[in-house]
């Protein structure tokens, strides 16, 4: 054996186990969607409790997250909601990026875009990949 089949095997499979994760696309998910949960409660935080749509995105993350962590079949449907519902928030997030880049264009604002896009397609290919794996959920 390889010394990196080794270490391969002593790390991989040790924190697999410690986690209990069966599935890894399906962890890969619910940790993106623990963190898409925690961020939009930054965002939340940072510019006031008036967004309600954003608490509503975060607390459907982190019930999507917790089902997938749990391979839960009614993660599928939250997963779902969450595909259309975010793809709206970020539609409307996108469009304001671009406007405050066209008005005043720097770094941030591409940075803000670039943020969102990576969020859309991540969102997009959660939704995707559940839809096609539902027969490991429970």
Known sequence: MVYSDKLKEGLGMG???KLGVENVGMFFFAVF?????VLNFVVLGLYG??????????????????????LQN???????GLFFITSTYIAYMLSFSINSY??????????AMLVWVIYLVLTWLATLYVAARRKYLK
């Open 15 to 17: 924190l697999r186990s």
């Open 33 to 37: 969607y623990l963190m898409a949960g």
């Open 49 to 70: 409790l008036g967004l309600f749509h954003v608490a509503i995105v975060a607390v459907l993350s982190f019930v999507a997250s917790f089902g997938l962590y749990r």
């Open 74 to 80: 009614w993660s599928l449907w939250f997963v779902s």
């Open 102 to 111: 066209s008005a005043d264009p720097h770094a941030g604002n591409l940075f």
